[in-house]
C-alpha cells in the first residue's frame, strides 16, 4: 500500500511540474469592441541585451478567431510588463495586443517558438517550440460604450477601396485635418533614453537640429486630472498638446519613428542610436501611452517609417533582417489602434540631386512586408518630394500596386494642391486602385504655415490648399511649419501659435461631416468657371469661391435647387443669400452670400423635392 501511495505521489509530482511549466496567459483591458486587448505571456526571463536576442530569436503570435473573422497579430518581449514606469530592461512578460471588431466570443492560440532569426522568419514550424506554444483559451467581447472622438466609439479606419478612410464600425467616412509638425514629435524629454544624437550643423536647405528636446511647457496647463502620465508625473507636456489639438476639432498628427541620420537625428526605438536589433523597452512602452492617448482623443497617427537621408540605413534600403525586424515591432507594439497610416517615407523616392535612394522594387517588398505583418490593413502611403515632375517621374510605378493606396503629398507650390490631387485621384481610378490623397506638407520649405502672429488670415493656403484639396476629393490636409518663423518644423513648442489656422481647418471639416455625402461626390469643375465643384448628380452640388461668385451650369440638371452659403473664414451654420432657389437647365446664377461677396465662400446646392 505504502508502494501505490508513493508511485500516486510521484505521478501528482510530475504532474504538478508538467503544470508548472505552462505559463499563465493574463488577459486585460476593456473587453469591448475596438478596444485594446491584451494578452501577457509568463515566459522565458530575457534582456534586451542578451546574447539570444530577445526581439530577433524569438517570435510570439497569437490567432484570433470569430467566426469568418481571424487575425494573426505578432507579440513582443516587454521586459517585466510595466518597463514604461519601471524603465525595466529584463523581464519575463511577452505580449499581444489585439482589437476586436465585434462582440461575442473570440478564441485565441499561441505560438512561441525559439530560433535564430525566427522573428522574421516566415515559416511556421521554424525553430523549437517553447513553453506557452500550443495554448489557446477564448474570451468574450461586448459593445463600445465610448463616445465620439474616441476612436473607440466609430471603429478602425480602412480604406474599403475608396477615395477616402472609412470607420469599420460606423461605416463613416473620413477627412483628416491636422498637424504636420514637429515631425520630431517623440523627440520628448520625458522618455526614456532620448537624445539628440547628431552633430549640430544645418544643412543647406533643412531646418537647424534641435538645441534641445521637446518639453512643451505650453500645453502642460491642457493637461486635465484622469490624463495619463508615467513616472511620477512625466508627460503631462506631450499629453496635454494633443488634448489641445483634440479640443480644436483636428484629428490627425503626422511624425517620424526613426530620423537617424536626418534633419532631427533625436527619435528612434532602438536601446542606442547605433543599434538595429534591439528595441528599448520602455521608451516604447511610453509611446504607447501617447499614442493611447490620441486613439482617445480622435486624433490620426501618420507614422513615417523613415526620412529621404536614411532610406538606406536599414539593410541598404532591402528588405532584410533589420528593415524586417523595425517593422514588425512596430506593428506588434502599435498596430492595434484604430487610425494609423504607415508612410513609407518622407520625401521617398529616386531624384536627381540625392545620390542614394529606396528603390521602387525594394519600396514595394517594404510595403508588401507591411501588408502581410500587419494583421488590421491600414493605410499604407508615399510621402513625396515636393516637386510634381518628381512624382510623375515615380509614382505610376505603384499606381498598379495593391500594397501602396496612395501618395502624402508634398506641394512644393501650395497653388498646385487642387489640381495635384485631382491628377492622382484620377490616374488612380484609371488603375482600378482607388488612391486615398491628402496634402501634408506645403512649400516654400523654409515657410510653410506661418504662425498667426506672422499671417493672421491665412488666405492662401486656406483657399488653395484646404479648400483645394478637399473640393478634388482629397482626404485631407496636415500644416508643415517651416523653418523660418517661431515654433517651426523642428524646434514647435505651442501648436497655439496656430490656434487660426486650426480653426479654419476644422470648419472645413465642419461643412464636409456635416452637409455633405462627401464619400460619393466627385470633382465637377467643368460646372464652374474661377471656382471649384464638388457634386453628385441630380443631387447635391458644392461650389467652392475663392474670389467673387460665377455662375453654375445646370443645363443637364432639372427642377430646382435650394441655395444656401457657407462662410469658410468663420464657419457656423448655412446661410441663406439673397436668392434662396436656383433653377435648373440653364446656366445658373446663385445670387450673393449675405456678405462680404468678394471674399471666399462655399455655396451649397441641395436638390428639391417636388
Request: aromatic share 12%; charged share 25%; hydrophobic share 35%.
Amino acid at each position: 500500500m505504502k508502494a501505490l501511495y508513493k508511485t500516486i505521489g510521484l505521478l501528482c509530482f510530475l504532474l504538478l511540474l508538467s503544470c508548472s511549466s505552462t505559463p499563465d496567459i493574463k488577459i486585460s483591458g476593456e473587453l469591448k469592441t475596438w478596444h485594446k486587448v491584451t494578452l501577457e505571456i509568463a515566459g522565458p526571463q530575457a534582456s534586451e541585451s542578451d546574447a539570444v536576442n530577445p526581439f530577433l530569436d524569438y517570435r510570439l503570435q497569437a490567432r484570433f478567431i470569430h467566426g469568418e473573422e481571424s487575425y494573426i497579430v505578432p507579440g513582443y518581449f516587454a521586459a517585466d510588463g510595466n518597463a514604461g514606469e519601471s524603465s525595466s530592461v529584463s523581464g519575463n512578460s511577452w505580449k499581444v495586443h489585439f482589437t476586436p471588431s465585434k462582440s461575442g466570443t473570440w478564441s485565441y492560440s499561441i505560438s512561441f517558438r525559439k530560433g535564430k532569426n525566427i522573428a522574421i522568419s516566415e515559416d511556421h514550424d521554424a525553430g523549437e517550440s517553447i513553453a506557452g506554444d500550443g495554448q489557446n483559451g477564448t474570451f468574450t467581447i461586448g459593445e463600445s460604450d465610448k463616445e465620439a472622438p474616441d476612436f473607440r466609439a466609430k471603429g478602425r479606419l480602412q480604406t474599403n477601396n475608396s477615395n477616402y478612410l472609412v470607420h469599420a464600425g460606423s461605416g463613416e467616412a473620413f477627412i483628416k485635418g491636422g498637424a504636420g509638425s514637429p515631425e520630431n514629435l517623440l523627440a520628448y524629454k520625458d522618455f526614456d533614453a532620448t537624445y539628440f544624437g547628431g552633430i549640430n550643423k544645418q544643412r543647406s536647405g533643412e531646418d537647424a537640429p534641435n538645441k534641445g528636446l521637446h518639453a512643451y511647457e505650453a500645453h502642460t496647463k491642457d493637461w486635465k486630472e484622469g490624463d495619463p502620465t508615467w513616472k511620477d508625473g512625466k508627460g503631462k507636456g506631450i499629453i496635454g498638446a494633443i488634448n489641445y489639438l483634440s479640443s480644436k476639432g483636428m484629428n490627425s498628427v503626422y511624425f517620424l519613428t526613426l530620423n537617424i541620420l536626418g534633419d532631427g537625428e533625436d527619435v528612434w526605438p532602438y536601446t542606442d542610436r547605433n543599434e538595429r536589433y534591439r528595441f528599448d523597452c520602455s521608451k516604447l512602452d511610453q509611446w504607447e501611452i501617447l499614442f493611447s492617448h490620441m486613439d482617445q482623443k480622435g486624433i490620426l497617427m501618420h507614422l513615417l517609417l523613415q526620412e529621404t537621408e536614411n532610406e538606406h540605413m536599414l539593410d541598404a534600403g532591402y528588405l532584410d533582417a533589420q528593415r524586417k525586424l523595425y517593422i514588425r515591432e512596430l506593428v506588434a507594439r502599435f498596430s492595434h489602434h484604430n487610425a494609423i497610416q504607415w508612410d513609407l517615407g518622407e520625401e521617398h523616392g529616386p531624384v536627381e540631386w540625392m545620390p542614394y535612394f529606396q528603390s521602387i522594387d525594394d519600396t514595394k517588398k517594404m510595403a508588401d512586408y507591411i501588408r502581410a505583418t500587419d494583421p488590421y490593413d491600414h493605410l499604407i502611403t508615399i510621402h513625396t518630394h515636393p516637386n510634381a515632375k518628381n512624382r510623375q517621374a515615380y509614382l505610376p510605378a505603384y499606381l498598379d500596386y495593391p500594397s501602396v493606396q496612395g501618395p502624402s503629398i508634398q506641394a512644393g507650390n501650395p497653388m498646385e494642391s487642387h489640381s495635384s490631387t485631382l491628377y492622382w485621384l484620377d490616374q488612380s481610378e484609371r488603375a482600378g486602385y482607388p488612391w486615398v490623397v491628402s496634402v501634408d506638407e506645403i512649400g516654400q520649405h523654409w515657410k510653410g504655415a506661418l504662425p498667426d502672429a506672422v499671417d493672421p488670415s491665412h488666405d492662401t493656403i486656406r483657399k488653395n490648399v484646404l479648400w483645394g484639396t478637399l473640393m478634388a476629393g482629397g482626404a485631407g490636409v496636415e500644416w508643415y511649419f517651416g523653418y523660418s518663423f517661431a515654433h517651426a518644423d523642428l524646434n514647435c513648442e505651442d501648436w497655439r501659435s496656430r490656434d487660426i489656422l486650426w480653426d479654419q481647418t476644422r470648419y472645413a471639416l465642419e461643412f464636409f461631416q456635416n452637409h455633405l455625402p462627401f464619400q460619393s461626390m466627385r470633382s465637377m469643375d467643368e460646372l464652374v468657371t474661377e471656382a471649384w465643384c464638388l457634386g453628385k448628380n441630380g443631387e447635391v452640388y458644392a461650389v467652392y469661391y475663392p474670389e467673387g461668385i460665377s455662375s453654375i451650369n445646370l443645363s443637364r440638371e432639372s427642377g430646382s435647387f435650394r441655395v444656401r452659403w457657407y462662410n469658410p473664414r468663420t464657419g457656423g451654420k448655412l446661410v441663406d443669400g439673397n436668392t434662396t432657389s436656383l433653377r435648373a437647365g440653364m446656366l445658373s446664377d446663385p445670387g450673393l452670400p449675405p456678405s462680404d461677396a468678394s471674399k471666399d465662400w462655399v455655396c451649397l446646392l441641395n436638390k428639391e423635392i417636388q
